[in-house]
């Protein structure tokens, strides 16, 4: 990864599929330093600690390696509702998987009362219909998210609390 001088870097695809998959994340200097020393060096030393979006320091990335019996999205069943930017669906599904999820790929598809929890995550601002996501919730009974709630959960390899990433849902009689 193109990391600072501190190992910390900017949040990508790749630094979110290496987090989830549980592998290295280290910096390019890591490469570089391997070269000139016409050795390779211990990862351990160039490994990311954090990004410039959730802090520079919470070391998500050693979290994720040393966890892989421990998945953050482990009894979710998550739906990846919707239009996204700058991130292909199926990338985000691979992702949630990785971190333990099961994809389900219609709201209509939740097995509702298995011990299994079902979320729908969605981009808001790539939605051009008017608010439609309002109403998610109301067809599948699951709380909605925004997608930052995936990337902030991978990210720090932490399950993050639902609170703060849900989209207010708008009863249907409303409309």
């Not at 985000?92 to 998987?97: A, I, K, S």
């Not at 709630?149 to 990210?155: I, K, Y």
Request: net charge negative; with cysteine; aromatic share 10%.
């Amino acid at each position: 990864m193109k990391t600072d001088a501190e190992f910390v870097c900017e949040r990508t695809l790749k630094y979110f599929l290496g987090i989830a998959g549980g592998k290295w994340v280290v910096s390019y200097f890591w490469v570089t330093q391997s070269i000139k020393e016409r050795k390779m060096l211990n990862e351990h030393d160039f490994e990311v600690r954090g990004d410039v979006v959730n802090g520079r320091n919470h070391q998500g990335p050693k979290r994720a390696r040393e966890s892989q019996d421990r998945k953050i999205f482990r009894g979710l069943e998550i739906c990846c509702y919707g239009p996204f930017t700058n991130m292909p669906t199926d990338q985000l599904e691979w992702m949630v998987q990785l971190c333990g999820a099961s994809v389900v790929k219609e709201l209509s598809s939740f097995t509702l009362g298995t011990g299994v929890h079902p979320i729908v995550v969605v981009q808001p601002d790539a939605w051009t219909e008017d608010n439609g996501f309002h109403a998610i919730g109301q067809m599948c009974e699951a709380p909605v998210v925004t997608r930052e709630w995936v990337l902030d959960s991978v990210a720090l390899y932490q399950c993050q609390e639902l609170d703060t990433y849900l989209i207010p849902q708008i009863p249907h009689s409303h409309y």
